[in-house]
């Protein structure tokens, strides 16, 4: 059973560059069984996809936040990563890392989520 | 890409059943079969009750299911327990290979 978990800065400031680690146990990350991603959360309202990677590099984004973001893979180390440019405070939300099958189109497994807030 | 539209509120009392609506266009929801259905609890990681439209994960309780129609998804839960009280999203992929979600509904169980 595949273990999610995110580690990374909780406080960034305007402007600066938000980066975030998911460290997977219970799979490899080279497996071309699954994709890696990226969901977000603003305090009190919904969910937004980031975006996701496979191990191959092919990657999928937000076109809302396609200039910003950056997802890749760390195959020695068996985590994947966020990176997220010239945020704001409207970037303020909890982070999950995410799972999916190659193939299907849900998200079966997720990290327990991080909180990151955009304050000076 | 716009989110996908959602009540952002139903009730219901236990034993009853409720639906939940998602409405997107042909360019997700009615494109694919690739919707599915979180519930998400306070302070906890969304977890997916629906996948492919109508399958439920091994573990989900039968009392869940789902349906599409055209651009139109939907969510019933029957016998509504206590435990069902939580916030629900639905989520399509779309033709630009990427995923959208609902803006959520808060199930309340009255």
């Known amino acids: 059973q595949l273990q999610l978990q995110e580690s990374g800065p909780g406080l960034v400031k305007p402007s600066e560059t938000l980066s975030l680690t998911c460290t997977v146990s219970?799979?490899?990350?080279?497996?071309?069984?699954?994709?890696w991603g990226w969901i977000r959360q603003p305090p009190g309202e919904g969910l937004e996809w980031i975006g996701i990677i496979h191990y191959n590099g092919n990657t999928y984004y937000n076109p809302s936040l396609k200039s910003r973001v950056t997802i890749s893979v760390d195959t020695s180390k068996n985590q994947f990563s966020l990176k997220l440019s010239s945020v704001t405070a409207a970037d303020t939300a909890v982070y999950y890392c995410?799972?999916?099958?190659?193939?299907?189109?849900?998200?079966?497994?997720w990290g327990q989520g991080t909180l990151v807030t955009v304050s000076s | 890409q716009s989110a996908l539209t959602q009540p952002a509120s139903v009730s219901g009392s236990p034993g009853q059943s409720i639906t939940i609506s998602c409405t997107g266009t042909?360019?997700?929801?009615?494109?694919?079969?690739?919707v599915s259905w979180y519930q998400q609890h306070p302070g906890k990681a969304p977890k997916v009750m629906i996948y492919?439209?109508?399958n439920r994960p091994s573990g989900v309780s039968s009392r869940f299911s789902g349906s599409k129609s055209g651009n139109t998804a939907s969510l019933t839960i029957s016998g509504l327990q206590a435990e069902d009280e939580a916030d629900y999203y639905c989520s399509s992929h779309t033709s630009s290979s990427t995923w959208l979600f609902g803006g959520g509904t808060k199930l309340t169980v009255l």
């Open positions: 492919d439209v109508s």
């Open positions: 219970g799979g490899s990350i080279s497996s071309s069984s699954y994709f």
């Open positions: 042909s360019s997700d929801v009615g494109g694919y079969n690739y």
């Open positions: 995410v799972t999916k099958k190659s193939g299907s189109g849900w998200y079966d497994y």
